[in-house]
């Protein structure tokens, strides 16, 4: 029987990049708040990996590597065995919009930071707030990339995100983010080979797309945000629900180890109210999880998953 398989990847936004979201001066972050993805959250990410013997992958972000306590801690990460990929340069939520050159130049930027600072060469993408588009999907292809994480078909964050955008633009606080096609909805929610075309069907190009995991009626987010947040009973039944998939892509972000507690500005904890369920819950709950993912399945970074999925022709 060939086993299935299970990721782990965490996007490493600081917070400035939540201020953007939320339409949040970033002149509310002190120096600690800027530097809490690598002063405490990738820490707190490798001592859980470590515990429950978890590969991961983290997604980067090219520009925040002028931080050199950043590129150190990556560097000791990808030293404990996990993998880099990059999460574009300058996380610009409206990238997919932009000419397909001017995409394919920020990839390259973060192709070029990442291996400068950590050494490592990333093999896959994930784009700012999970936004595709033919042009950006093409440059991703371009640059010679195993795989994409990007797509999130999950229906009740596309019309959570649709809502928020439009209570802050009401407010005077447009947010940055991005709200992507409706089409995303209908994506497959298993590993494919999407079309360079229409990123959000099956096609015949030269990468496999990895979507994030969602359940298979509701199509729920199974996320960091919703495992750390939600009731437990919710949790586990999506859990379950999930358990006939081939691969299971749980995503995480950096604040999801983080709470109020760290520093985060209590501006940013008021429009992030995951942040303010306390770490070491959130944390006991990630263990747990993530030791659930390796009882029936076997654990492997995006980039390992990628090719397995590829040679079985899952995609």
């Not at 994506?187 to 096609?203: H, T």
């Not at 960091?224 to 749980?250: Q, Y």
């Amino acid at each position: 029987m060939v086993p299935r398989l299970a990721s782990i990847s965490v996007d490493l936004d600081s917070l400035g990049h939540y201020c953007r979201i939320q339409g949040l001066p970033e002149s509310l972050l002190d120096e600690r708040a800027r530097r809490l993805v690598a002063s405490t959250a990738v820490p707190r990410f490798l001592e859980l990996f470590a515990a429950v013997g978890a590969p991961a992958t983290f997604f980067v972000i090219g520009s925040d590597l002028a931080d050199d306590g950043l590129a150190r801690a990556l560097r000791a990460s990808a030293a404990a065995g996990v993998e880099l990929a990059s999460h574009s340069f300058a996380h610009d939520y409206a990238l997919s919009r932009a000419p397909r050159a001017d995409i394919e130049a920020d990839l390259r930027r973060a192709h070029e930071a990442i291996v400068a600072a950590t050494g490592q060469t990333p093999v896959g993408f994930r784009a700012p707030g999970y936004t595709l588009s033919p042009a950006l999907l093409q440059a991703v292809a371009a640059v010679g990339y195993r795989y994409d994480s990007s797509t999130f078909p999950a229906a009740p964050y596309w019309a959570a995100k649709a809502a928020v955008m439009a209570s802050l633009a009401a407010l005077g606080r447009p947010s940055r983010a991005i709200l992507d096609t409706p089409r995303v909805l209908l994506a497959p929610r298993s590993a494919y080979r999407p079309s360079l075309e229409d990123p959000y069907r099956r096609g015949d190009a030269p990468l496999l797309e990895l979507p994030m995991s969602v359940s298979p009626a509701l199509r729920l987010p199974f996320i960091g945000t919703f495992a750390t947040s939600m009731p437990w009973p919710l949790v586990e039944a999506t859990f379950r629900s999930l358990r006939g998939d081939v691969h299971l892509n749980f995503e995480l972000h950096a604040i999801d180890v983080l709470d109020a507690s760290d520093g985060v500005p209590p501006a940013l904890v008021r429009q992030q109210r995951d942040v303010a369920v306390p770490a070491r819950e959130k944390l006991r709950r990630l263990e747990t999880l993530f030791a659930w993912l390796g009882d029936d399945r076997e654990r492997v970074t995006l980039a390992t998953a990628a090719v397995r999925l590829g040679e079985r022709g899952d995609g």
